[in-house]
């Protein structure tokens, strides 16, 4: 009897091997398939961000871009010799007493002879600025010849013709809660089918300081003290910066203390403006007696404001450049000051410099601190100094914001533009600087 040799079936593959090709793809195609919604959903966030950003811009554009504009009424005023010079001197302060505001008003009378009724010439007086008899003064002093002829000046209006020549307003609402009547309406029909209104630039927006009267309210008065407050700020901040900077990152010992500095230095990059606003009320203004609505205040306020990101940018500029630098200068004999200020200092600038025009950027955005010492005082000139009484633009656009007259609306998005407009200069100088020195290692 021979042995038969046991016979065995194959063996048959597990079901998991079997499907492992099958598995690892659509585990890969799952994987493939969240990386694509994880770019979709950044994608969305990123045009969301864009749309917004391009509704806010273009409300704000809409808005104030006929601020750029004013409107003027052409009159032939008669600087009759009676009014402006009855002595016949020519004397600037003679002149400057005199009523132009009744050259303006006879200059309309006689544009419209047919409106004699005390009521339609109540009305025609309606029609130019208050600033009007000013500007005539202005040339009057500046030119005297022109006492005894007859020019034609075009002179700013009042804001409600303003709003009138520039569509803002709803002519189909009710009369009660339309902002001008129906008489002042008839006037503004007749003077442009005369060919006497028309919009020109206005100059005054960028020359004028503040005033209650929209068509006469400029911008020169804030911008000057946002310059005024941000010199000081630059003076103040930029050297304390960098010598802190220096110290922590190249001198300070490693321990405690500098630890507990470096965390104070990181907490108040993130403490609300609004504090350093109260902490400048009260030891700038009530403890030293600095005087109030100053740049002075203002710049010392956001230089403490300022401080920690300027400090923070300073420090991980200079520790942006290689350990061989400072080894091949000491290795070469120099002082640890010597490496610092001949070697490192100079290599790190163009970041110290661009935190520095971002700090400035964010102290020139500022309007909380300087609310809180007193910088929202309504000031109609431009300050000449930095301890004059002054107010900045972000201020600025908060009063003309709270002001009830329609035309301080496109005021208000007007010094928004110019404000933004600073804002991408400053950014922009800080993006060419870095390209400009950055180097890689």
Known sequence: MSDA???????????????????????????????????????????????????????????????FWQTHVKLD?????????????????????????????????????????????EDLRRVP??????????????NPDLVGTTQAVWVKTDDKIDMLHKGYVDMDAPPDRRLVDERLIEVYDALAESGRIDAQFNTGFFTG?????????????????SFLTLAVTLMLS??????AAIYLEEFAPKNKFTDFIEININNLA??????????????????????????????ITLTLMTLPTIIISARSALRAVPPSIREGALAVGASRIQTVTHHVLPLAMPGMLTGTIIGM??????????????MVAFVVGAPSGFTDASTVLPVQVFLWADSPERAFVEKTSAAIMVLLAFLIVMNATAVILRKRFERRW
């Open 361 to 374: 950027a964010q102290a020139l955005g500022e309007t909380a601190p300087l609310l809180l010492i007193g």
């Open 129 to 142: 600025s208050g600033a009007a008899g000013a500007e005539l003064r202005r040339m009057v002093v500046d």
């Open 238 to 243: 930029f050297p304390i910066a960098v010598l």
């Open 77 to 121: 005023v008669t600087f009759a010799e009676e009014v402006v010079d009855p002595e016949g001197t020519r004397d600037p302060s003679e002149i400057k007493r005199a009523n132009f505001n009744e050259l303006v008003f006879d200059a309309l009378f006689e544009t419209f002879p047919q409106l004699d009724s005390e009521v339609a010439r």
């Open 5 to 67: 040799a046991p016979t065995t079936a194959p063996a048959t593959p597990p079901a998991s091997a079997a499907s492992g090709p099958d598995l690892s793809r659509e585990r890969l195609r799952k994987r493939y398939a969240a990386e694509r919604r994880f770019r979709l959903y950044g994608i969305t966030a990123v045009l969301i961000a864009v749309a917004m950003l391009a509704v806010l811009l273009f409300d704000i554009v809409s808005k104030g871009y006929t601020a």
């Open 209 to 225: 300081g503040d005033s209650r009267e929209p068509e006469r309210a400029g911008i020169l008065g804030a911008t000057v003290g």
């Open 270 to 299: 993130a403490v609300p403006s609004i504090v350093f606003g109260l902490l400048g009320l009260a030891v700038f203004i009530n403890f030293f007696g600095l005087p109030r609505s100053a740049p002075l205040v203002g710049g």
